[in-house]
């Protein structure tokens, strides 16, 4: 389901004021289930943290069993202090860093590599007890073909780049709505 301009503008916000509670004791309010059903909906989420352009922190949910809303609220709060690939985002931050929204659709199972589309399709490698993923979006930003996506999705889960080669991997994919706070700023 694609959030409406109103309830993407709402859920950034939201994911914006989550980050900033982290330095202060603001109360951040919960929006009107009424109004905005789709705020309760159950589903995965990301939240991603970029500063300059460059990633600063990303995380979030395969599934949740919260609403959407408190889903956005806890993800943004931890890509900006609990991405153990980064140092957790300074109060100073605040300004330079901007804020993306990945809700993700249900997982579904890829049994040919062939069914991969490019900028539509996330993915989920689960292999050899290691599970990685990553957000659709990824390979546009990055320009990769169908076979670097593969090769990073390996790397992303600690396998060898080119293990999608030699053997059929559990792959699983999924749709997601992006969206971020530059893109809103001009609509």
Not at 10 to 16: W, Y
Not at 30 to 56: D, W
Not at 125 to 134: K, N, T, W, Y
Not at 141 to 156: R, V
Request: one cysteine or more; hydrophobic letters at 35%.
């Amino acid at each position: 389901m694609e959030p409406k301009l109103e309830e993407k503008r709402i859920l950034l916000e939201l994911a914006r004021l989550s980050v900033e509670s982290i330095f202060s004791n603001k109360f951040i309010p919960s929006p009107n289930y009424e109004k905005y059903p789709l705020f309760k909906t159950r589903s995965g989420a990301f939240v991603t943290i970029t500063k300059a352009g460059k990633l600063r922190g990303c995380i979030g949910y395969i599934i949740s069993e919260s609403p959407l809303y408190e889903t956005i609220r806890e993800v943004a709060q931890q890509a900006a202090i609990n991405d153990p690939r980064f140092a957790p985002v300074e109060e100073k931050e605040l300004n330079e860093i901007s804020l993306e929204i990945s809700i993700l659709s249900e997982p579904f199972p890829i049994n040919n590599y062939e069914e991969i589309e490019i900028g539509k399709h996330g993915l989920i490698l689960e292999e050899r007890g290691r599970r990685g993923l990553l957000l659709p979006q990824v390979p546009i930003e990055h320009n990769f073909s169908k076979e670097q996506y593969l090769d990073a999705i390996c790397h992303k889960t600690g396998l060898p780049s080119g293990l999608w080669r030699t053997k059929q991997l559990k792959i699983s994919g999924f749709t997601a709505s992006v969206f971020n706070e530059k893109e809103l700023m001009n609509q």
